[in-house]
Nanobody, 126 residues
């Protein structure tokens, strides 16, 4: 059974940086596409970044140029580096995994993913 455990969330001031981690276990990590989603109170879950099992990534316009993904296939871990954080980035952040290779468009769609972590909270103050 695939398990995903997020870490690295916290509280920062606007303009600050955080790096989120997602530890994958239970199957062959390199066979999965991976993604990061976030959900703020009262809002729908938003796909912000995803990477297929070949390392091809896609980003939402809201984070492009500020956030970057790195998947370490030796540590079965997905990282999300978040720079220049804004108050609108405040949300619960979730890691997700999908079996096989997702096309670019599907990397940001939550219904394309099979497995989800419990989330880690990011709070950005102005």
């Amino acid at each position: 059974q695939v398990q995903l455990v997020e870490s690295g969330g916290g509280s920062v001031q606007a303009g600050g940086s955080l790096t989120l981690s997602c530890a994958f276990s239970g199957d062959t990590y390199r066979s999965y596409s991976m993604g990061w989603f976030r959900q703020a109170p009262g809002k729908e879950r938003e796909g912000i970044a995803g990477v297929d099992n070949y390392g091809i990534a896609n980003y939402a316009n809201s984070v492009k140029g500020r956030f970057s993904l790195f998947r370490d296939n030796t540590k079965n871990t997905l990282y999300l580096r978040m720079n220049n954080l804004e108050p609108d980035d405040t949300a619960m952040y979730y890691c997700a995994a999908a079996t096989g290779r997702l096309v670019l468009r599907l990397l940001l769609q939550h219904d394309a993913y099979n497995y989800w972590g419990q989330g880690t909270q990011v709070t950005v103050s102005s």
